[in-house]
């Protein structure tokens, strides 16, 4: 490809990033094998949590006042989007019109009252027993934070190569899919292979 092609269309500044156009490349590569992980993790993160508030807060959770100020916010801004689509406004296009942050948010310390180890085992159902493996909200927060991190950098087409944090990202998001049920875990398996 020409300098002056890579320069217009995908930029110096992002380039700069990389070692030189290879890696680049194989950066995409890398970056499309995840794809489908972050895609089923994301899916049932947000259903898991969507199916738990509709139980332990209300079919209505979306509106409870039990949600923080910048959650409220985040639906808000949602629901937006969705009327500007001219699109029918209803609680599953809410849900899925919601980013994966807004997701992982539910595990912060701000939520600890909301999401308690007995509320995690609804959300992470097949999530080890105490005695196998300890597994607090904290530990949790800090996978999902690391998952998130990691996606927006997929998402955003930034680099993931050569980056420490990220070399074990296939068992790290494999072991949370295990968490909801090994089905769903089967599945992604399958898909990848």
């Known amino acids: 490809m020409r ?3 890579k320069t217009k269309f995908i930029s110096d500044i992002r380039l700069s990033h990389f070692k030189d156009f290879d890696e680049y490349k194989r950066n995409i590569y890398q970056s499309e094998k995840y794809y489908i992980l972050l895609s089923i993790f994301e899916v049932s993160l947000r259903n898991s949590i969507d199916n738990y508030f509709k139980e ?3 079919s209505n959770w979306l509106e ?7 959650t409220k916010q985040r639906i808000i801004e949602s629901k937006n989007k969705i009327e500007q689509r001219k699109e029918i406004l209803t609680h599953d296009k809410i849900i899925s019109e919601l980013s994966f942050g807004f997701w992982t948010s539910f595990f912060r310390k701000s939520y600890s009252n909301l999401i308690r180890i007995k509320d995690i085992k609804h959300i992470f159902p097949n999530i080890p027993k105490r005695s196998q493996k300890f597994i607090t909200r904290q530990i949790l927060d800090k996978e999902l934070n690391k998952i998130r991190k990691f996606r927006n950098r997929i998402f955003h087409y930034e680099k993931i190569i050569n980056k420490i944090e990220y070399t074990n990202m296939k068992d790290d998001i494999s072991i949370l899919l295990v968490y909801f049920d090994d089905e769903i875990h089967k599945f992604a398996k399958e898909l990848i292979s």
């Open 56 to 58: 332990k807060i209300s």
């Open 64 to 70: 409870s006042e039990i949600l923080h100020f910048d």
């Open 3 to 5: 300098s002056e092609v």
